[in-house]
């Protein structure tokens, strides 16, 4: 299988702790992204991080990727309530298959 | 900028019955998904449109599921006749691609929630 995975599938925090959440795939890529889908609600594009990167920074996220080990991160600092959410990792892989992981709920307790 | 519409919002139907959802994406948005969302999991691609061709369409049942793109913008997915199994989240989402290789960033519409009763 070329799906994306992410663990933990589901995480509950503390506001204002850190949130981390991770993605493998097992084909090679051009670029990984990251989306937010609020309870109900279609997906949000957060970041997008390209296979020359390493890690990328937008407001509170931190996405690392690691293409010799297959594998992506999300970090949420300081989460807040609102940051209550499923996260996927998408790719589209080497046979332009576009591909979505499973998911990590995070649940971020006030 | 109005973003992804999709309609209905929600749809109940009996088994066997026909249903359709409708898209229309971002304007001049080139490419347009369909995926289908079971509850708790991530998003499954059904189908693939650059512009009017469907360049991956391998993950759409082709015996009960068919879809367009007419003129290379709005489209209309559609299931004959529906089963139990397809109750789910239809997402349609909408990307402006300049070529091969790169995943784009997709901008999604709310969705169709769908029940086979």
């Known amino acids: 299988s070329q799906q994306g995975e992410e663990d933990p599938q589901a995480l509950s925090i503390q506001e204002g702790e850190n949130a981390t959440m991770n993605c493998s795939y097992k084909t090679s890529i051009n670029n990984l992204q990251w989306y937010r889908q609020n309870s109900g609600r279609g997906l949000v594009h957060l970041i997008l991080i390209r296979s020359n990167e390493r890690e990328k920074h937008s407001g509170r996220l931190r996405v690392t990727l690691d293409t010799s080990k297959k594998s992506s991160s999300l970090l949420i600092t300081a989460s807040r309530a609102a940051d209550t959410a499923s996260y996927f990792c998408?790719?589209?892989?080497?046979?332009?298959?576009?591909?979505f992981g499973p998911g990590t709920s995070l649940s971020v307790i006030p | 900028e109005a973003g992804v519409v999709q309609s209905p919002r929600y749809k109940i139907i009996e088994k066997k019955q026909p249903v359709a959802f409708w898209c229309n994406p971002i304007?001049?948005?080139?490419?347009l998904y369909w995926y289908l969302q079971n509850l708790g999991q991530g998003p499954e691609l059904l189908i693939r449109?650059?512009?009017?061709?469907?360049?991956?369409d391998s993950q759409l049942p082709k015996d009960r599921f068919s879809a367009e793109r007419l003129k290379g913008v709005d489209s209309t997915l559609k299931i004959q006749p529906a089963e139990l199994g397809d109750s789910a989240v239809y997402l349609c989402?909408?990307?402006?691609?300049?070529?091969?290789?790169?995943?784009?960033?997709?901008?999604f519409g709310p969705g169709t929630r769908l029940t086979v009763t």
């Open positions: 304007s001049g948005h080139n490419t």
């Open positions: 989402a909408s990307s402006l691609e300049r070529g091969p290789g790169p995943l784009y960033e997709q901008y």
């Open positions: 449109y650059e512009n009017e061709e469907a360049v991956d």
């Open positions: 998408a790719i589209r892989t080497s046979y332009d298959k576009v591909i």
